[in-house]
């Protein structure tokens, strides 16, 4: 039985997520003890490894690291924590990895790191990785650079000064020679920092492994972010396949998410020679709708919305009218989705020219884009 939220405690007491060794970054079998001392508002966190010269060991070089004693216990926390399971660096390579192509996402990622534990974001070290092969003209390579930068400056405010030298790379393994216009690659961000990286790895291993433990309300927060960084969302018109993907490469991870959808009343199915958890069946894909599970993600919410749209008879019309202003029902569900993929899909695009594109007024795209911003901020 779920318990209320209300009767919770709203913080999440840090020094029981804390691994109990560190492992250093040249010696991933080398383990040191972790010690800690509490303060009034803080955990102070060190470990030491011994220092060799010619003649041998000759003392101890001590790491240390400070922690806040708890973290908001919220629906931030969580969808951020499911975002880190899902998209952050798992490897203990002394450093928090995290990558996404939306904007939102990173930004909600960043503004959790500076509001918990007062880590500012323009301490980020980063880059940008597209996916197309280096372009053998410079100009149309600086053309590139000078696009995606100035897009992940003014959408994230970074600082341009902690970009690595090479702030845009390419890959090779790819037949993709441009661009897409509106397409501005992957922001990738980091910190290097052993102890602080096995720390917030060790929470975030801690309450994915345990996340049936936690409340209906924790869960649904956590599988948002999972979702948001794992999922993709399968249109198939002429098999009238519509369906939603989970990505792990783990079983028992898979095994894990799908128990989490279950406690929250949604079935989905495990093939054995697949790492993809699937969701299908209109029940199913209503139920994501109505507990507003993809809409941390607004590409995959646009597209999870252009597929509900497909069903005959859509009948998930009344969980907006729950959650909309009167008017929304007024617009054709097609065109709403439309509006929402286009706006979050070609974010420089002015509202007035996608209601120019679509052949609509702008007072429809204006009403449509505010009401979507409402559910994507609201609790549930």
């Not at 383990?31 to 955990?43: A, G, M, Q, R, W």
């Not at 959650?323 to 706006?343: D, Q």
Request: glycine share 4%; hydrophobic share 35%.
């Amino acid at each position: 039985m779920d318990q209320s939220y209300t009767s919770i405690p709203k913080r999440l007491p840090l020094n029981e997520f804390l691994p109990i060794n560190i492992f250093t970054e040249k010696d991933k079998k080398q383990s040191y003890d972790l010690k800690t001392e509490d303060n009034s508002d803080h955990i102070t966190l060190s470990y030491q490894t011994p220092v060799f010269n010619q003649k041998g060991r000759c003392g101890h070089r001590k790491f240390v690291y400070m922690i806040p004693q708890n973290i908001s216990r919220n629906q931030e926390t969580f969808e951020v924590l499911g975002l880190l399971q899902a998209e952050m660096g798992k490897k203990q390579d002394g450093k928090i990895v995290f990558c996404n192509h939306e904007y939102q996402l990173n930004n909600k990622v960043l503004h959790w790191f500076d509001k918990e534990f007062d880590f500012p974001k323009d301490e980020w070290k980063w880059y940008i990785k597209v996916n197309i092969n280096e372009p053998e003209g410079k100009h149309y390579q600086t053309e590139i650079e000078e696009k995606v930068i100035k897009h992940w400056i003014e959408k994230t405010g970074l600082s341009l000064e902690m970009a690595y030298p090479k702030r845009v790379s390419y890959i090779k393994n790819t037949k993709n020679k441009k661009l897409r216009f509106y397409d501005y690659g992957t922001l990738i961000f980091e910190h290097r920092n052993n102890l602080f990286s096995q720390v917030i790895k060790n929470l975030v291993r801690k309450v994915f492994y345990n996340i049936l433990k936690y409340s209906d309300d924790e869960i649904r927060w956590f599988m948002k972010g999972i979702i948001a960084g794992e999922s993709t969302v399968e249109i198939h018109k002429e098999s009238m396949k519509y369906r939603v993907f989970i990505t792990a490469n783990k079983e028992k991870e898979r095994k894990l998410f799908q128990a989490c959808l279950e406690r929250l009343g949604i079935k989905s199915t495990l093939y054995a020679n697949y790492k993809t958890l699937v969701i299908s069946k209109k029940q199913n894909h209503l139920k994501l709708l109505e507990q507003k599970l993809m809409t941390l993600s607004p590409k995959k919410y646009s597209k999870f919305l252009q597929m509900i749209n497909l069903y005959e008879h859509f009948i998930g019309r009344d969980i907006w009218r729950k959650n909309l202003s009167s008017p929304w029902n007024k617009t054709n569900p097609f065109t709403i989705s439309r509006i929402i993929g286009i706006h979050f899909g070609e974010p420089n695009l002015s509202r007035k020219d996608l209601a120019y594109v679509l052949g609509i007024s702008k007072s429809v795209v204006d009403r449509t884009v505010q009401d979507v911003e409402k559910i994507l901020t609201s609790e549930i």
